[in-house]
């Protein structure tokens, strides 16, 4: 139902031609003072869109967002001690 999706950092040299990246995937954000585009295209094509993208003549550089690496799921290791502060 969900397609997989990776994220992807565009530093582009002006934000006005940056719009144009909504054919290599969907534009999350774009910021006009620090010149980036956030975006997410689909993970099978990421290799692919990425080489696309570089080759741009107003793309400085293209990232991989590192969001899927982050551990998201948390272990309780700590007893809960907000049961001895309370009244």
């Known amino acids: 139902m969900f397609t997989d999706r ?3 950092i565009v530093w582009v040299s ?3 031609p940056a719009k ?3 054919k290599y995937g969907t534009v999350h954000y774009i910021s006009k003072r620090m010149n980036y585009v956030a975006m997410y295209v689909h993970t099978e094509k990421l ?4 080489r ?3 080759r741009l003549p107003y793309v400085k ?6 969001r899927k ?4 799921e948390y272990d309780k290791n700590i007893p809960d001690k907000t049961r ?3 009244l």
């Open 6 to 8: 990776s994220g992807l």
């Open 14 to 16: 002006d934000v006005k």
């Open 20 to 22: 144009n990246l909504e």
């Open 47 to 50: 290799e692919e869109s990425i």
């Open 52 to 54: 696309l993208i570089q």
């Open 61 to 66: 550089k293209v990232e991989k967002s590192l």
């Open 69 to 72: 690496e982050i551990k998201t």
């Open 84 to 86: 001895f502060y309370s």
